[in-house]
Structure formats: structure tokens, C-alpha cells
């Protein structure tokens, strides 16, 4: 295509044809799963989404020569993520793209070479890419699995931006995997083992969270995290704002014996957050314009309170730093997941998991990974480009 144009959004109006636009270039896909519009909108609202509130974001969006739309882009620079250290990843001069959709490879050019001179006027040394929106949100393009639906809170993009993205001179700098596992079966006697090891050390407790002190057990939580992933390629801090704003968000899928906090000692030192997939049933709920029926709200509804069958995903995990690279650090982290997937699979008919993602250099996870007998099934790489 030749004929068309890339103007910034500057209203409410804008900000609706560029969300509304990811159903459209998707819609051809067996594999996309349509989340609910509204969240979609909020997500790339100032004054909604609390990302905004230590970030700019700037939305771009190309139209034919008849007004039609036919591509998005997100340029954004995190004001936190500039001040992290440039070894572990971004830091100064670091900025960002991402939610890219385009109908042809010149068009995703020209959308590309937009989001990188905002962020050159913007001051901005090197372009990260694709984030949609912050590392904690949908990082990365995903270049292997596409043959299956991503779970909750994972991207799903069309195979041919890959090399439309590397053709403008990106390099992968990480690998981002997930991991698929087979619920129902135990796990190998090796982790057996370990796991029962464990339960006969009286200095280890691993409990469920209370939901009755939602707040208190996400300050622990995040305590946690934030102290375990610190080191970590691409760490950015969580503010307290993002904490609640996701934990309201996420409440409804919070089931206490899928969330655990292990305890050394009286010292809650780990946990492993699992989340029922929604993606399972918003696939068939959500309309292809990301606005349910009736139908679809009741049947969202029903399964949000049975929460069956539904298979699950570990999106976050973490063991205090000081006990990391430890055997304690293993025996803890295999403990919570047994009693998890005992757990998925009694109360929720749960017969798949899906652990990430994962850092493709940290070892001690992809380690554990294995031992569990689990297989990559996703890969999504994270591209960087000098400005």
C-alpha cells in the first residue's frame, strides 16, 4: 500500500480506533483471544491504566487514503525504567514501542520509523521493542507457539512481524519462554523427593494466602518480588498504584490454594502465583470486537464463581535473594509447585499448566522447569535498536 498516513491520537476518539483497530487486524486468527474493550481502552488511558502515571506514551495510528485504519503503534518512555542500571537491560536513553499492528510491511515501517522519531525528539538514545505496555504487562513479540492460544496475560502477534521488525535493524537482546506441563500426572520421584524432604523440615511452612488480607498478602508479595527480581535483565519497579490497580483487577481469579507464601524460619521468603487461565472461556465469551453478549457476561460470570475446568498459568515467582542459587531456594520453589498442581487438579479440573514467563539466562528457573518434566512452548523474543 502507498497511499496512506500516520497521524499521533490526540482524543478519546483516536485512543478508541487505535484499540479497536487489534480486532480488526486479528480477526482472521483462530489463535487470538479477544479481551474485553473497555479494559483495552482503560489499559492506554492516562488517568486508568497507573503505568501512565510514571510514563508518556504517545499513540500513533495510520489511515488509507479513504480514512480507513490500517495500523497502530505505541511509543512510550518509562520514567522508571530510565533510571535502572544499563547493565540489567534499559536505563538511560532507553525507550520503547510496542502494539504494533500493521496490514502490510510498509505500513509497519512507516510506524516503526514514527515511534522512533518521537522518542529521538524525546531525547531517547536507543528503542526497546515490542512492550505493550511495560515489561509487567505483555513484553516482547511472540515467535514461537503460535500454532495455540496464549493464556491470560500473555501476547499473541501474527508471525510475519518477526521479519518485518528485524528487516529495520532490530536484534533480539532476550528470550522470553513459557513453559507447557501436563497437570495430572506426578511429578518425577527426584522432585518427589525433595518435595517430602521438605515437609519433614520443621523450619518450612508453606501456606495458602488469605483473601480476607488481600492487601496485606500483596505487601508481602511484592515485597518479595521486588527483592528477588531486582538483579534481574529488565527489572522496573512496581509502584504501590500498579499494586492495588492490578490486584482489583485480578481479584476475581485469585483462588487461595493457587496462591502460596513459603516461610523460613516464621520469614515468609518465596511465593508462586497462579492464575486460572481466562483466556478458555473469554475466547468463546467475548465477541470479536471485545464486547460479550448477554450470553457471553453470564457465561463469564459462571465460570469466574466455579472457576471449572480451567487450566492454569504461574506468571510470577520469586525467593528472596539472599536464600537464591541455595538448595533451600529448589526444595522451596518445588514445594509450591506440587501443592498447586495438587491443587489445580482437585478443586479446578485443571489438566494443563503453563509456567512464565521465564528470563532465558535464568538458570535456576529454566532448571526447575525441566525437572518437572515441562516443555517450551512459547518463545518471545525482545528486540533493541541504537536511535
Same mark, same amino acid.
Given at each position: 500500500?502507498?497511499?496512506?498516513?500516520?497521524?499521533?491520537?490526540?482524543?478519546?476518539?483516536?485512543?478508541?480506533?487505535?484499540?479497536?483497530?487489534?480486532? =480488526?487486524?486479528?480477526?482472521? &486468527?483462530?489463535?487470538?483471544?479477544?479481551? *474485553?474493550?473497555?479494559?483495552?481502552? /482503560?489499559?492506554?488511558?492516562?488517568?486508568?491504566?497507573?503505568?501512565?502515571?510514571?510514563?508518556?506514551?504517545?499513540?500513533f495510528l495510520?489511515?488509507?487514503?479513504?480514512?480507513?485504519?490500517?495500523?497502530?503503534?505505541?511509543?512510550?518512555?518509562?520514567?522508571?525504567?530510565?533510571?535502572?542500571p544499563a547493565e540489567q537491560g534499559m536505563g538511560p536513553?532507553?525507550?520503547?514501542?510496542?502494539? *504494533? +499492528?500493521?496490514?502490510?510491511?510498509?505500513?509497519?515501517?512507516?510506524?516503526?520509523?514514527?515511534? +522512533?522519531?518521537?522518542?529521538?525528539? /524525546?531525547?531517547?538514545?536507543?528503542?526497546?521493542?515490542?512492550?505493550?505496555?511495560?515489561?509487567?504487562?505483555?513484553?516482547?513479540?511472540?515467535?514461537k507457539g503460535h500454532d495455540h492460544p496464549p493464556m491470560v496475560m500473555m501476547g499473541h502477534h501474527a508471525a510475519k512481524y518477526r521479519d518485518w521488525i528485524e528487516a529495520q535493524g532490530y536484534t533480539p537482546v532476550k528470550t522470553l519462554y513459557t513453559y507447557d506441563l501436563d497437570i495430572t500426572k506426578p511429578f518425577p520421584p527426584l522432585v518427589q523427593r525433595i518435595v517430602a524432604s521438605g515437609e519433614r523440615n520443621a523450619r518450612i511452612k508453606v501456606r495458602c494466602? &488469605?483473601?480476607?488480607?488481600?492487601?496485606?498478602?500483596?505487601?508481602?508479595?511484592?515485597?518479595? *518480588?521486588?527483592?528477588?527480581?531486582? &538483579?534481574?535483565?529488565?527489572?522496573?519497579?512496581?509502584?504501590?498504584? +500498579?499494586?492495588?490497580?492490578?490486584?482489583?483487577?485480578?481479584?476475581?481469579?485469585?483462588? /487461595?490454594?493457587?496462591?502460596?507464601?513459603? /516461610? *523460613?524460619?516464621?520469614?515468609? =521468603?518465596?511465593f508462586m502465583m497462579t492464575l486460572p487461565d481466562l483466556n478458555q472461556v473469554q475466547k468463546r465469551a467475548v465477541g470479536p470486537r471485545g464486547k460479550p453478549s448477554i450470553l457471553g457476561w453470564v457465561r463469564l460470570g459462571l465460570w469466574l464463581i466455579r472457576t471449572k475446568p480451567a487450566d492454569m498459568r504461574v506468571p510470577l515467582m520469586g525467593v528472596r535473594k539472599k536464600l537464591q542459587s541455595s538448595r533451600i531456594a529448589s526444595q522451596l520453589a518445588f514445594m509450591m509447585i506440587e501443592y498447586i498442581r495438587t491443587a489445580a487438579v482437585a478443586h479446578y479440573g485443571g489438566k494443563r499448566g503453563e509456567i512464565g514467563w521465564i528470563l532465558d539466562d535464568n538458570q535456576g528457573m529454566n532448571s526447575i522447569a525441566r525437572e518437572i518434566d515441562s516443555k517450551v512452548n512459547k518463545e518471545y523474543l525482545i528486540y533493541d535498536k541504537t536511535l
Open positions: 500500500m502507498t497511499d496512506f498516513t500516520v497521524t499521533a491520537v490526540t482524543d478519546k476518539r483516536g485512543r478508541e480506533d487505535f484499540v479497536d483497530f487489534v480486532y =480488526v487486524a486479528n480477526a482472521g &486468527d483462530p489463535h487470538f483471544v479477544p479481551q *474485553l474493550r473497555a479494559e483495552e481502552l /482503560e489499559k492506554f488511558t492516562p488517568g486508568g491504566n497507573p503505568y501512565h502515571d510514571h510514563a508518556r506514551c504517545q499513540l495510520a489511515r488509507d487514503g479513504g480514512g480507513k485504519i490500517v495500523g497502530r503503534i505505541a511509543a512510550h518512555i518509562d520514567e522508571l525504567a530510565i533510571t535502572q536513553g532507553c525507550g520503547f514501542w510496542g502494539a *504494533l +499492528e500493521a496490514n502490510d510491511e510498509a505500513i509497519a515501517d512507516a510506524l516503526i520509523e514514527t515511534a +522512533e522519531e518521537w522518542l529521538r525528539k /524525546e531525547g531517547m538514545t536507543r528503542a526497546m521493542a515490542p512492550m505493550n505496555l511495560s515489561v509487567w504487562e505483555e513484553p516482547g513479540l511472540l515467535v494466602v &488469605d483473601k480476607s488480607k488481600f492487601d496485606a498478602e500483596a505487601a508481602i508479595i511484592l515485597d518479595i *518480588l521486588n527483592d528477588a527480581w531486582c &538483579d534481574n535483565w529488565g527489572f522496573v519497579p512496581i509502584t504501590d498504584k +500498579e499494586v492495588a490497580y492490578t490486584g482489583k483487577k485480578l481479584k476475581p481469579l485469585v483462588k /487461595e490454594d493457587l496462591i502460596r507464601i513459603a /516461610e *523460613l524460619d516464621g520469614e515468609p =521468603v518465596a
